[in-house]
């Protein structure tokens, strides 16, 4: 099992920056898939980012490929988000989620693929 908290939500004007955390505590960070969702207000839960256990892999929404970078360190066992160029269609409760995997270079895209999840936070992009 993996526990993964979420930090560095908050409000940012269009056109700023902000970097999401997430710490995950257990064992074996480095045999977990991770994965960034985002739910805005009557929305689906849907895929933002996801990296591979090694980080040699990512993947990406269309709509944030280009400004969102995620990235991961094992040693700290946290994986970020760095979010550039922000718009008010970001603005959403941002999730942390994680799989173990067998494989060091794939990921997943899917809410549906991974079973552990954080408790969300919040970020809101004033226009």
């Known amino acids: 099992q993996v526990q993964l908290v979420e930090s560095g939500g908050g409000l940012v004007q269009a056109g700023g920056s902000l970097r999401l955390s997430c710490a995950a505590s257990?064992?074996?960070?480095?045999?977990?898939?991770m994965g960034w969702f985002r739910q805005a207000p009557g929305k689906e839960r849907a895929f933002v980012a996801a990296i591979s256990r090694s980080g040699g892999n990512t993947g990406y929404a269309d709509s944030v490929k280009g400004r969102f970078a995620i990235s991961r360190d094992n040693v700290k066992n946290t994986v970020y988000l760095q979010m550039n160029s922000l718009n008010p269609e970001d603005t959403a409760v941002y999730y942390c989620?994680?799989?173990?995997?067998?494989?060091?270079?794939?990921?997943?895209?899917?809410?549906?693929?991974?079973?552990?999840w954080g408790q969300g936070t919040q970020v809101t992009v004033s226009s």
């Open positions: 257990g064992r074996s960070f480095n045999t977990y898939v």
């Open positions: 989620a994680a799989r173990a995997s067998g494989y060091n270079n794939i990921y997943y895209g899917t809410k549906e693929d991974f079973p552990y």
